[in-house]
């Protein structure tokens, strides 16, 4: 079963950058492409970035494109989001999540409790 724990949230000031982590378990990781979420209260889960099982093609969300950055460590399970020129219309909860297809858009069944990211000066 997929266990997620996501890290490295905080309060950062407009223009900042902080490095997210997620370490997985639970199932085969170089095996499925890895995604980062992000939610705030009363919106949608927003998709922000997918990563190929190996690591060869990424996708980003166009609100995040070109600042931020997902990479992902296959020897420890890890799967990463550098998140550079920080905006307030960042701060959100993060999550990772886990998908064998590069393209899955449908939801997830369950979910870590994610990373808290704040973005204020």
């Known amino acids: 079963q997929f266990q997620p724990v996501e890290s490295g949230g905080g309060l950062v000031q407009p223009g900042g950058s902080l490095r997210l982590s997620c370490a997985a378990s639970g199932f085969t990781f170089r095996s499925y492409s890895m995604r980062w979420y992000r939610q705030v209260p009363e919106k949608e889960r927003e998709l922000v970035a997918v990563i190929s099982n190996l690591g060869f093609s990424t996708l980003y969300s166009d609100s995040v494109k070109g600042r931020f950055t997902i990479s992902r460590d296959n020897a420890k399970n890890m799967v990463y989001l550098q998140m550079n020129s920080l905006k307030p219309e960042d701060t959100a909860v993060y999550y990772c999540?886990?998908?064998?297809?590069?393209?899955?858009?449908?939801?997830?069944?369950?979910w870590g409790q994610g990373t808290q990211v704040t973005v204020s000066s």
């Open positions: 999540n886990a998908h064998r297809d590069y393209s899955y858009s449908g939801d997830f069944a369950s």
